[in-house]
């Protein structure tokens, strides 16, 4: 079956820190890939999308590229600040549903001043 | 604003006690989902409705039942609650055929059932 592992967290960092949480997939075929965003007490956000192999998603300083080869998604962000705080979801469509997301575990991440 | 929107925001239930949430969206989508978040799970699909008067199992339907009352609204019912069911509750909704623009959530229902 499809399904999504993403690193544990929390992960914690300083300010101005780089930022890379691990994603990887397993889905036949050529899935969506997502990466969304949930601040505290609030719902899920879109952060950024693929569609197709060796696309890059990026949006508010983060990037993923989508690799088929190593089926994987990683976010990355090259300086951090506080207010980038909140839990990151890896997720996929894949070509086989009715566009049913699936979802990682998700990972926390903390920005210290 | 245009959006899902979700009531109530916080709910507390006695185990064995209903309840319905609700849920709308004003973009004219298609397609609606019911998501639970539970600690370190992520979020599961409970059901979901590709289209007005049409809806299907996720991957934990058990224990809901859902509503697709029109194409703006999509309602998740408990009929006895459990304490297993004690989760944030989140709608979603997204366009048809469009699979690579992903949903729009709302803010989530907090329940807890005691």
């Known amino acids: 079956g499809n399904s999504v592992t993403q690193m544990e967290g929390p992960v914690t960092l300083s300010e101005e820190a780089f930022l890379t949480i691990n994603c990887t997939y397993t889905?036949?075929?050529?899935?969506?890939l997502f990466w969304y965003v949930q601040y505290p007490g609030e719902g899920l956000q879109l952060l950024l999308k693929?569609?197709?192999?060796?696309d890059k998603g990026s949006n508010k300083g983060f990037e993923a590229t989508y690799r088929k080869e190593t089926t994987s998604f990683h976010l990355e962000k090259g300086s951090v600040q506080v207010s980038d705080s909140a839990v990151y979801f890896c997720a996929l469509i894949p070509t086989d549903s009715w566009g049913k997301l699936q979802f990682g575990a998700g990972t926390q991440v903390v920005v210290t001043p | 604003n245009a959006g899902v929107t979700q009531t109530p925001k916080f709910q507390v239930l006695k185990t064995g006690q209903s309840m319905t949430l609700q849920c709308a969206q004003d973009m004219n989508h298609n397609s609606m989902y019911w998501y639970r978040q539970d600690p370190g799970m992520g979020l599961r699909l409970i059901y979901y409705?590709?289209?007005?008067?049409?809806?299907d199992k996720g991957e934990v339907p058990n224990g809901y039942n859902v509503s697709r009352l029109n194409k703006r609204e999509f309602s998740l019912r408990l009929e006895s609650a459990a304490p297993s069911q004690t989760s944030v509750y989140f709608c979603?909704?997204?366009?048809?055929?469009?699979?690579?623009?992903?949903?729009?959530f709302g803010s989530g229902t907090r329940l807890t059932v005691v």
């Open positions: 979603a909704s997204r366009p048809e055929g469009l699979y690579n623009y992903g949903y729009t």
């Open positions: 409705s590709a289209s007005e008067g049409t809806t």
């Open positions: 693929a569609t197709k192999a060796d």
């Open positions: 889905a036949t075929g050529y899935p969506s």
